[in-house]
């Protein structure tokens, strides 16, 4: 019997990161786009506490990129001994492409944030989505 080979662990956690932080920043600009942007932390004009679309955008990006991070991987770690059949995997790449072509696209339109918000907001969402992508990524590690 053949001996299961496996990706080196840093590779797993660096693919998967990766993946993470490009779901969590797909889900910001389609948030953004929908109104639920993280620069509603950082008005002043509201009258509420925290607006509940930037609470709901904050676990949004969260919840994708620590989903992200753990799904890419348990698919990398078990992907190389042939678990995952050929069509599965077809099926993975296409949901990926179609849903970050859709994030893309929402990015390529006028932005209805203030350009400062914007911008603080993309780099809070890129940590949140890296740091939940790792979290992720090393807890599937940790269970294979």
């Not at 932080?21 to 639920?36: P, Q, S």
């Not at 296409?94 to 849903?99: R, Y």
């Not at 400062?116 to 090393?138: D, E, Q, T, Y």
Request: glycine share 12%; proline share 4%.
């Amino acid at each position: 019997m053949a001996a299961t080979t496996y990706f080196p662990r840093r590779l797993i956690l660096a693919g998967a990161m990766v993946s993470g932080v490009l779901l969590a920043l797909a889900v910001h600009m389609l948030g953004a786009r929908y109104g639920l942007d993280l620069g509603g932390l950082w008005r002043s004009d509201t009258r509420e506490f925290m607006p509940a679309g930037a609470a709901i955008a904050w676990w949004l990006i969260a919840t994708v990129g620590f989903s992200g991070g753990y799904l890419t991987a348990n698919l990398m770690h078990s992907s190389v001994s042939g678990q995952i059949p050929q069509r599965m995997r077809q099926f993975l790449i296409a949901v990926g492409v179609l849903f970050l072509a859709g994030a893309g696209q929402a990015a390529s339109a006028p932005s209805p944030i203030p350009t400062i918000s914007g911008v603080l907001a993309g780099l809070a969402a890129l940590c949140l989505g890296a740091v939940v992508a790792f979290c992720g990524a090393h807890f599937a590690l940790r269970k294979a």
